[in-house]
Each structure stands twice: as C-alpha cells, then as structure tokens.
C-alpha cells in the first residue's frame, strides 16, 4: 500500500466549478500535512497546508481527518489557471525535516 | 524570487558518461538540502538527504556509489549520476528549508536525458 494515495485524475471541470480532491496517509503517527501544486515540467510549490481544524485560503479550502487518515482540498469557482497536478505531501518527522511524502498527485484540466 | 537554483535545467548524455547537478540555495545557508526524483506521472521520491561537511543519507534502494552527493558547503549540494544509462533519465529535484520557516523550497529541476 502506498504510504500516500491520491485519485491521479485527470479531472475535467468547466470554469467556475467546484472541485474536490481526497488523499489518505496509512501511517498514523504522521506530523504535518500540505497539498503542494505542480505545473507540468516544473517543481512543486505550496499550496497551503494542512491544519486539524481546516483552513481555507481564498477559493481553497483544506480538510484533515486525522482518525480517518484523510485530506481533502476543494476548490471552488476554478480558474483556467487552476489547471495543474496537485501533490498531497506527508511529514512524518516533527520538527525541521524535509522528509516529506508526495502522494502520486491529481490532475486538473479546467476548461473554458 | 527563487530561494532554491538548480543548474542545469535540462540535460542530455550519452550512455555510460556521468551528469553532475548542482544544487544552490540563495541568500540562506542550508546545512541540510533534499534530493528527489520524479518520473512521469508517478510522485516525486525522496534519494537521499544531503548534510553539509557529512555524509548524505540515502533512501532505501538508492545506490550511494551510482548517486554521489556532495554538500561541500552551506549553499552548495551536487547529485552525480555516474555512469548513467537510460533508465536514470527523470527529473531530479532538489529541495531546502529556510532557516526558522516552515516552508520547503524546490530548485527549478533538472530533467535527464540518457540515450
């Protein structure tokens, strides 16, 4: 089992929808939590991360279930810009690590 | 602006010859920097973890004689393929965290051609 699963997608949404994308972690004593976004041909960067109690920013909002083992990112009223892959990333280590933990990522195609 | 640079970008090599691949980190020192490695459509997996004056910490699976990593200084980390072959062609990323922040910046990648 992968330590990271994601749903690869691709998802085809119109412009203006809302999307949403699960992830779950099989191992329990995982620290910190991120949903990073990749563009094709390009490294990562962070989306926002993950909090026990959701946080949102701005049209993305983000959900942890820590009994479930469980995140999820939505994404309401999507851009074209919003096209992109989608990495759930895990820390298992607390502290300064970046031992980080990419699920495979899902795909998004908004489309006009 | 970038935090992380990695050079070259992209690459492209003969069967057999070795690939050097540089890793700075901009205006911070970073004592610790990450390689990863990521092939179509599949996550990007963690190599080995590279720690300034000392040896890097390798990944299971990860040959240390094939993936030569040298952190010689603060701002400096460098992967060598060596003897590379076609099955080495993948984007390698490398990564580093600011001092007191929370986030993990990537370098821009390099993308390895073997033929």
């Known amino acids: 089992r992968k330590e990271v699963e994601q749903d690869p997608g691709p998802f085809n949404v119109p412009e203006g929808a809302t999307v949403a994308f699960n992830c779950t972690y099989s191992n329990s004593a995982s620290q910190s939590f991120f949903w990073y976004r990749q563009d094709c041909r390009k490294e990562p960067k962070l989306l926002m991360s993950v909090y026990s109690s959701g946080n949102e920013d701005g049209r993305f909002t983000a959900q942890l279930n820590r009994a479930s083992q469980y995140i999820s990112l939505l994404i309401r009223d999507s851009k074209l810009s919003d096209s992109a892959t989608y990495l759930c990333?895990?820390?298992?280590?607390?502290?300064?690590?970046?031992?980080?933990?990419f699920g495979q990522g899902t795909t998004l195609q908004v489309k006009p | 602006g970038a935090v992380v640079s990695q050079h070259p970008s992209w690459v492209i090599c003969k069967s057999g010859t070795s690939v050097k691949i540089e890793c700075r980190s901009l205006?911070?020192?970073?004592?610790?920097m990450f390689w990863y490695r990521q092939f179509p459509k599949q996550s990007l997996m963690l190599m080995a973890t590279s720690n300034e004056g000392s040896k890097a910490t390798y990944e299971q699976g990860v040959e240390k004689d094939k993936f030569l990593i040298n952190h010689a200084s603060l701002t400096l980390s460098t992967l060598t393929v060596t003897s590379a072959h076609p099955e080495d062609s993948s984007f390698y990323i490398c990564s580093a965290r600011v001092p007191l922040a929370g986030e993990l910046f990537f370098g821009e990648g390099s993308r390895l051609t073997v033929l």
């Open positions: 990333v895990v820390n298992l280590y607390s502290g300064n690590t970046g031992k980080l933990i």
């Open positions: 205006d911070f020192q970073a004592t610790t």
